[in-house]
């Protein structure tokens, strides 16, 4: 916390990570983004690319980067985008073209940081909560 304090970042970025105290969440309202692997409003948690497979829906399989608040992946949606799917897919390649994918969102939402990233906020329904307790 300290470290964070001492550079006063104009934006935080997390992915992966468990969930955020209030410490944080209040200290640095609005600057704190994250990559959730998965559409968010429709699969929030962990293994979020895992369950639009089993729930036979492939076409929701992607990214989202949502500023963080205190529900689970339920922050307002900064981009978000699915997959590009083709039929010779194996699952390895279903699980790895989120994360490419993901980065890119992630790379494209620092970025538009400096062009006033408020403006483009989206609020998202409450999908399903995946959670390992």
Request: proline fraction near 5%; glycine fraction near 6%.
């Amino acid at each position: 916390m300290q470290l964070i304090r001492k550079f006063n970042p104009t934006i935080i970025v997390t992915f992966g990570t468990s969930l955020l105290g209030s410490k944080y969440l209040d200290l640095y309202p609005d600057r704190i983004i994250n990559l959730h692997l998965g559409l968010s409003q429709f699969y929030r948690g962990s293994s979020c690319n895992f369950w639009p497979i089993y729930d036979l829906n492939p076409h929701l399989l992607g990214a989202t980067v949502h500023f963080i608040n205190k529900k689970i992946d339920g922050g307002n949606i900064v981009t978000q985008n699915t997959i590009d799917l083709d039929k010779n897919d194996s699952e390895y390649v279903l699980m790895t073209k989120p994360i490419i994918l993901g980065t890119k969102l992630m790379i494209e939402a620092i970025k538009r940081t400096n062009a006033d990233l408020a403006m483009n906020r989206n609020p998202q329904n409450n999908g399903k909560l995946y959670q390992i307790k």
